[in-house]
């Protein structure tokens, strides 16, 4: 067994996630696609197996760990990127619907092609997310999840509309930015983002990475409930959401 296999291993057991046999060989492959994919087209700056296996695999898969994505659940990967996090959580938990949303389209080819190799019936969306959402995605998923793409206030508006009543979003974030306390925190920053588009904060749920070097990197999942419906002026332009954030 690879030492990806292993660990990805090791992680499901550590956190009581089921994984079906194979699944966990296969992120040995998604690491030799991404790094192959890598070498003419930017999609990561990570290089070494152990780098890309904590920050990009495991750190995907820490909803699953905290019991945050139902079963058969219909999930949108918002600025997905090379496909993170919902590749992992695909591969791992095949059961979701999964739908991944990038501007991007060269980077949105390497997830196409990882969704056909593995048969992972991954819808690709090659649009940006607040022209997406009128085009029949208003409300219409249980989960959306969204990593490295952009400050909360303004990631709230892009994501919270595609979100169900009931639905949840989760941000990949750092911990001090789901510092309450610190005026200047991101969490602290969308304090009124996140009532005004329907939504209510749940829970931050610690993330915490195991460095190459042994460090911790405290990351967070912040989760985010549907509590109504966002109001359809919502989401703005980009170039408004960015430029005055709610």
């Known amino acids: 067994m690879s030492y990806i296999s292993e660990e990805i291993t090791a992680f499901c057991s550590d956190h009581d996630i089921p994984c079906p046999y194979g699944r966990a060989e296969a992120f040995q492959t998604l690491y030799e696609r991404l790094i192959a994919f890598n070498a003419?087209?930017?999609?990561?700056?990570?290089?070494?197996?152990?780098?890309?296996?904590?920050r990009h695999f495991i750190d995907s898969l820490f909803p699953l760990?905290?019991?945050?994505?139902?079963?058969?659940?219909?999930?949108?990967?918002?600025?997905?990127?090379?496909?993170?996090?919902?590749?992992?959580l695909k591969i791992i938990k095949n059961d979701i619907r999964i739908s991944f949303v990038d501007s991007t389209a060269k980077k949105l080819r390497f997830t196409q092609s990882i969704s056909d190799e593995f048969g992972l019936d991954a819808k690709i969306h090659a649009a940006r997310a607040e022209e997406l959402v009128s085009a029949g995605h208003r409300e219409k998923y249980d989960v959306a999840v969204s990593r490295a793409v952009a400050a909360l206030p303004v990631l709230c508006e892009l994501c919270l509309p595609f979100v169900k009543v009931g639905g949840l979003f989760i941000a990949y974030k750092s911990m001090k930015e789901c510092d309450e306390a610190n005026p200047q925190s991101e969490l602290s920053m969308a304090k009124k983002a996140i009532p005004a588009l329907g939504a209510k904060l749940r829970k931050v749920f610690p993330a915490p990475l195991k460095e190459s070097d042994g460090s911790i990197s405290e990351h967070a999942l912040l989760v985010i409930e549907k509590a109504k419906p966002t109001n359809t002026i919502y989401p703005r332009r980009y170039a408004a959401i960015v430029k005055k954030p709610l």
């Open 40 to 54: 003419h087209t930017n999609l990561t700056a990570l290089k070494t197996e152990q780098d890309i296996c904590s």
């Open 65 to 88: 760990a905290h019991g945050l994505i139902p079963n058969e659940a219909s999930v949108i990967d918002i600025g997905c990127g090379a496909g993170f996090p919902g590749l992992p």
